[in-house]
């Protein structure tokens, strides 16, 4: 039985939706595109397969794209039903768009469009064609993805009065009516609409009674919305400020709870997402267990979509780093093996490398060693020879960037992130170091698995010598432990770099015992306070054996988020900040986010550790 589908070149829907991603991000009125390079999908491609038929078919092909078919000689039209006699035939389709990617829909019996089908970009080389099981629907524009929906009604609704000073008057969002002046002093009356926890929708507005709002009513309306209450009651500082439509439906956004100034309004909440089912289940006796599993559930749905995302509200990129620890949350919660490959295409990109994914070193090995991941998980061999050309393009990238003793430093004006920590990154970094070593025997099995021995054999040689110079440089005898930088004099010992000399095997036997007593579980060096990087180590104790110290420091960390109030989990954690603070980063008032993908990582920790 036949089972059309839309088909395009592949990699570019994920490269047309990761701009759209990347460019979806808004602050306080402001479009806040990404501020890294950004791949283009291809504008003209030709899509062809070849049939030796029993019998004459007939077929019909669809797309929103300009151009044609071509059966045998002959030319037609898109829409046309189009029969071929028996015998050999080649179909081509010919297809041109600019404001999405070029796809097409072959509808038939004998002749319809699936992988099977060869593609070019007019290079002269084909490819497999792209497909998704997400368009399958031959009337729907891959434009536009299909969002599943949800409504929800806000769990309490109550008066409220915000004032700003009239100084900042500029600066609210929205600056209308009925905000009035009082001395020196702006007020709004209105209402707070507060949900159960975070989602991402749009909101749909209508009379208190469910009636439809007059559209000259909702020119006048400005809804304020929040992360927190805190936030929503904010109308200066708050992210999100929207005038619905003539629907009465506001864009979508991240949101907990809104301020309407007004009268009282019927408020939904029209919650889209990608529907990706789960595949995991967790029950426990321990109630502040279960939260934490069902808080880290929550807040990991929301933030995979069509691709895994950081945040919902700030920033809505796709981030290598998220990325990496979201392809080991997957495994152990939805187990979808395609949103996996969405995200890593749409980070890769195309040739050639001029510049580190996310402008950050250390995610540009990330990603590589992401594929990496998503190929031993899911042993998908198939993904990793399409990856390969990029990961060895990557690599090459990379190996330009290093000094005269092997190690790498990047180039000037380069990211070099790791963690939001105090760390001593003078000269070639330690964590860094441990990082592209794991890259190179990353590359090294990578070959192996695609038999390519003498890239293989290639990349060994370069893991072991980075392996030795590694612990010649940067291990401290009396320490016991790895060092930041051999070049400062500081001999400073941070969490980050000796977790990474962990992960990549550069800490072997007495050493990484050695780390483990000296570092992890020494409380004189400086703590990490990112679910980021906490994750990391709590996988390291959990490895180590040391599951009562992974559970204890889980619960003290992620209970102390749900004992301030928090739906999903944050950005980052810092128990001595309390109050409004504690929603503020970068400077900025509510810059955290509120519902991060790296602060999900207990799927990953209770599954692997604690059943």
């Not at 432990?481 to 969490?495: E, H, L």
Request: hydrophobic share 40%; proline share 5%; charged share 25%.
């Amino acid at each position: 039985m036949a089972n059309p589908c839309w088909i395009w070149y592949p990699g570019d829907m994920e490269l047309y939706y990761a701009l759209l991603q990347n460019m979806s991000r808004v602050e306080r009125g402001c479009g806040w595109p990404a501020f890294w390079k950004s791949e283009g999908f291809r504008n003209r491609v030709v899509f062809r397969k070849e049939y030796d038929l029993a019998a004459p078919a007939s077929f019909t092909v669809y797309s929103r794209a300009v151009g044609y078919v071509l059966a045998g000689e002959k030319k037609y039209p898109f829409g046309r039903l189009i029969t071929v006699p028996e015998g050999p035939v080649r179909i081509s389709v010919h297809a041109m768009r600019i404001d999405a990617f070029p796809a097409v829909f072959v509808d038939g019996d004998v002749i319809f469009s699936d992988r099977t089908w060869s593609v070019s970009d007019y290079d002269r080389t084909y490819d497999y064609a792209g497909t998704s099981r997400y368009f399958t629907d031959k009337t729907r524009d891959v434009a536009s993805w299909p969002y599943s929906e949800s409504l929800f009604e806000p769990v309490r609704v109550t008066p409220a009065e915000v004032s700003v000073p009239a100084a900042e008057a500029e600066d609210i969002q929205g600056n209308k009516a009925p905000f009035t002046r009082s001395g020196e002093t702006l007020k709004a009356e209105g209402f707070l609409y507060e949900f159960e926890t975070e989602l991402t929708a749009q909101l749909s507005l209508k009379a208190a009674d469910g009636t439809d709002l007059p559209a000259e009513t909702l020119k006048t309306i400005t809804a304020y919305l929040g992360e927190s209450v805190s936030e929503a009651l904010d109308p200066v500082h708050c992210y999100y400020s929207f005038t619905p439509d003539e629907s009465g439906r506001t864009p979508r956004a991240a949101l907990a709870a809104v301020f309407i100034p007004g009268p009282r309004l019927t408020v939904t909440a029209v919650h889209q997402y990608v529907d990706i089912p789960v595949r995991a289940s967790f029950s426990s006796d321990d109630p502040l267990l279960q939260r934490i599993w069902d808080v880290s559930a929550h807040t990991f749905k929301l933030a995979s979509g069509i691709f895994f995302i950081d945040g919902v509200k700030r920033d809505k990129w796709i981030w290598s780093g998220d990325a990496y620890q979201s392809i080991q949350l997957n495994s152990c919660f939805f187990r979808d093996p395609d949103i996996d490959r969405r995200t890593l295409i749409a980070l890769r990109g195309n040739d050639p490398v001029t510049t580190h994914i996310n402008t950050i070193a250390d995610y540009s090995m990330l990603w590589l060693i992401g594929v990496m991941e998503h190929t031993a998980i899911y042993s998908d061999v198939e993904f990793l020879r399409d990856m390969y050309p990029k990961m060895k393009t990557m690599a090459e990238f990379l190996m330009k960037q290093t000094d005269e003793d092997g190690f790498f430093t990047g180039r000037p004006g380069d990211w070099i992130y790791i963690d939001w920590a105090d760390m001593d990154k003078t000269g070639s970094f330690g964590a860094e170091q441990m990082l592209y070593a794991l890259t190179m025997r990353k590359m090294s099995e990578a070959a192996s698995l695609l038999d390519i021995r003498e890239d293989a054999a290639f990349y060994e040689t370069v893991w072991d010598s980075l392996r030795e110079k590694i612990n010649r440089f940067y291990w401290d005898e009396e320490k016991q432990a790895y060092i930041d930088s051999f070049r400062s004099g500081r001999r400073f010992v941070s969490r980050q770099t000796n977790i990474f000399a962990l992960r990549s095997g550069v800490a072997e036997g007495d050493r990484r015992s050695a780390v483990i007593r000296n570092v992890l579980l020494n409380p004189e060096v400086p703590p990490i306070t990112t679910p980021y990087f906490t994750f990391y180590e709590l996988d390291e104790l959990g490895k180590a054996g040391f599951t009562d110290i992974l559970r204890e420091r889980m619960t003290a960390y992620w209970g102390g988020m749900l004992e301030r109030g928090a739906t999903t989990f944050w950005e980052e954690y810092d128990p001595t900040v309390t109050g409004e603070a504690q929603y503020d980063m970068y400077g900025d008032r509510f810059g955290k986010s509120l519902c991060h993908a790296w602060a999900a990582s207990p799927l990953y920790l209770i599954s692997r550790y604690l059943t």
